[in-house]
């Protein structure tokens, strides 16, 4: 399995809102609603942020939304605050009982 | 307060073999799925191995198939991941991750990590 593609970078001013792209295939992010995206701080864990497409964790801000159309995902993060400056990585079911990542985006809060 | 601690990283020469450790609490792991995925020094996420939550099932990605050997022990509640063969293309921190249900593959804790260098 190809990882996912996402762009390397993204940036945004305070308050503004960015939306992070993930590119698949029919196989993986088109084919099934199993799309997830993970936030990660440097030298830390990441963190669940969005799962199942759109649906949020507990205690994730509703600042962060999830969607999908087609074989591309997004994350939106509205009202961009300096703590949201982080690498994110989404990631798919890819059949077969595996998973497969995007390749990051970091995001930078201007 | 779920908690994971992995443990058994270090450094080791090609071709040799390791086990890391995932200690969990404030969980059960046989309730959930769980997980391994590992960073490359400054790469992305990949992901390793799962086992679902009545161990029943394993899978791996075709990277590690056939060297990696992913178990638990319910009695310590405690994640193994048996790392043989290993490559230069094996350094990495392992995480150690728990499935947010049976097996979705969706990440909801995540361990500290535990690095792993292949080098001679």
């Known amino acids: 399995q190809s990882a996912l593609t996402q762009p390397p970078s993204a940036s945004g001013s305070p308050g503004q809102s960015v939306t992070i792209s993930c590119t698949g295939t029919s196989s993986d992010v088109g084919g099934y609603n199993f799309v997830s995206w993970y936030q990660q701080h440097p030298g830390k864990a990441p963190k669940l942020m969005i799962y199942e497409v759109s649906e949020r964790p507990s205690g994730v801000p509703d600042r962060f939304s999830g969607s999908k159309s087609g074989n591309t995902a997004s994350l939106t993060v509205s009202g961009l605050q300096a703590e949201d400056e982080a690498d994110y990585y989404c990631?798919?079911?890819?059949?077969?009982?595996?998973?497969?990542f995007g390749g990051g985006t970091k995001l930078t809060v201007l | 307060q779920v908690q994971l601690v992995e443990s058994g990283g270090g450094v080791v020469q090609p071709g040799r073999s390791l086990r890391l450790s995932c200690a969990a609490s404030?969980?059960?792991?046989?309730?959930?799925?769980m997980h391994w995925v590992r960073q490359a020094p400054g790469k992305g996420l990949e992901w390793v191995t799962g086992i679902d939550y009545d161990g029943n099932n394993k899978y791996y990605a075709d990277s590690v198939k056939g060297r990696f050997t992913i178990s638990r022990d319910d009695s310590k509640n405690t994640l193994y991941l048996q790392l043989n063969s290993l490559r230069a293309e094996d350094t990495a921190v392992y995480y150690c991750a728990r499935d947010l249900a049976h097996w979705s593959l969706w990440f909801d804790s995540w361990g500290q990590g535990t690095l792993v260098t292949v080098s001679s």
């Open positions: 404030g969980l059960t792991l046989s309730i959930h799925g």
């Open positions: 990631s798919s079911f890819a059949g077969s009982n595996h998973l497969v």
